[in-house]
């Protein structure tokens, strides 16, 4: 377990205004809730908790980025989610005592936030309203989930490549996307394999669908031809 520090004030107020379920807040109440955190340090490929580990804070990542996977029987890896500054982990753990089913690691040099479930509990109960933005993200992070089933169970996997990049794109003025994750990492979301992460998007640029224009960026050319997939 990590040695947790406490924040400057100032840096511990720019952490919490990041999280959706709690920039609402006013900031003097921001800045009351700030106090009550502390912070740590990880390094890339650096554990910050395993399913070995009970849950008992909420984890505000601050700056880098983490991902969440699974890990089968069989020590195959299962990405779940990539959490960005401003995203949380943890917070189930306001609701029952329980273990960690999977992993978080960072994926960079990254830097927490943490806060005692305790003290996060005793919020909820005085600002309410936290409580609202909670189920928001409970919400939006099922809806994703169903949606990754759904992608992993009845598509294809050509089908599952061509499904992601129009999400990336969908609501996007340009038709240039980032993907937010190495091969590796797309290929363990979709439940297949960096070749055929690679094979595919090589068919689709060669069919005038897609270019690849550095080693993330893709130009999309055709929406409607990977629809039809």
Known sequence: MKDYEHYPKEMQQLCVSLVPIFNHLKSDEMLEIAKTTTHAQYNRNEIIYSPSNHPAHLYIVHQGRVKIYLLSDSGKEQLIRILEP???MGELSLFKESV???FAVAMEKTEICIMKRTDLQAFLLKYPAISL?????FSHRLENIEKLLSLLTSE???KRIATYLLELVEGQEESTITLPMAKKDLASYLGTTPETVSRKLAEFQGRGWIEQTGQRKIHIHSTQALEEI
Do not use: A, P, Q, Y
């Open 86 to 88: 401003g995203d949380v």
């Open 100 to 102: 960690f089913d999977h």
């Open 133 to 137: 933005k909670l189920l928001e993200e």
């Open 156 to 158: 294809d996997t050509e």
